[in-house]
């Protein structure tokens, strides 16, 4: 259950609870599989989201100047502090 509860909350930004954990304790274990596998395309699908972004940044702090991918990564951290 731990397992579930942490995709869960990584896929949701949430832990379950209520309905989707009674949901899920009465699923066969070849549903909780499919429900784990689903999580985990919804994760990846977040992650490769994230990683697009990071790179559309970077691309536009070098077009505003950034010598190179050290300087644009540090500007975005400096962004993202203030």
Request: proline share 1%.
């Amino acid at each position: 259950m731990d397992n579930f509860s942490d995709m869960y909350k990584d896929a949701y930004g949430f832990r379950p609870r209520g309905g989707d954990l009674v949901f899920y304790r009465d699923m066969s274990e070849t549903d909780q599989q499919k429900w784990k596998a689903d999580l985990q395309d919804q994760i990846n699908a977040d992650l490769q989201s994230e990683r697009e972004a990071h790179d559309e940044a970077v691309i536009a702090c070098m077009k505003a100047g950034a010598a190179d991918v050290t300087t644009a990564e540090r500007w975005l951290r400096q962004a993202e502090r203030n």
